[in-house]
């Protein structure tokens, strides 16, 4: 019953990243924290259509968000980055590479 989990746990982070607009959330975090503001400019968005896939991404726990005064800071939760290989991300049952 627990492989059956994590399988569905896996889908449905899979399902989350079939955007192109989410991926693209993923990878301009890669490198850094950003503020909303970095993010619409780097990805070329408008920031209602930003917040709501930054809302999608937050609440499968694939970004993390804290406030530095009336800002919003975006990064990748350390459960998700994988520095030892390189523009990764892991999901935790698979990985997905950037380079």
């Known amino acids: 019953m627990k492989t059956k989990n994590v399988a569905a746990?896996?889908?449905?982070?899979?399902?989350?990243?079939?955007?192109?607009t989410r991926l693209a959330v993923l990878e301009a975090l890669m490198?850094?924290?950003k503020k909303v503001?970095?993010?619409?400019e780097a990805l070329k968005v408008e920031q209602s259509l930003?917040?709501?896939?930054?809302?999608?991404?937050?609440d499968h726990e694939l970004v993390e968000?804290?406030?530095d005064g009336k800002a919003m800071i975006y990064?990748?939760?350390?459960?998700?980055?994988?520095?030892?290989a390189g523009k990764?991300?892991?999901?935790?049952?698979c990985k997905i590479s950037f380079d």
């Open 9 to 20: 746990s896996c889908a449905n982070k899979l399902k989350v990243l079939a955007d192109s």
């Open 31 to 33: 490198s850094s924290p």
């Open 37 to 40: 503001g970095e993010l619409m």
């Open 50 to 58: 930003l917040s709501h896939h930054l809302a999608i991404l937050r």
């Open 65 to 67: 968000a804290h406030r």
């Open 75 to 84: 990064q990748l939760p350390a459960t998700v980055t994988d520095s030892a």
């Open 88 to 93: 990764t991300i892991n999901l935790g049952c």
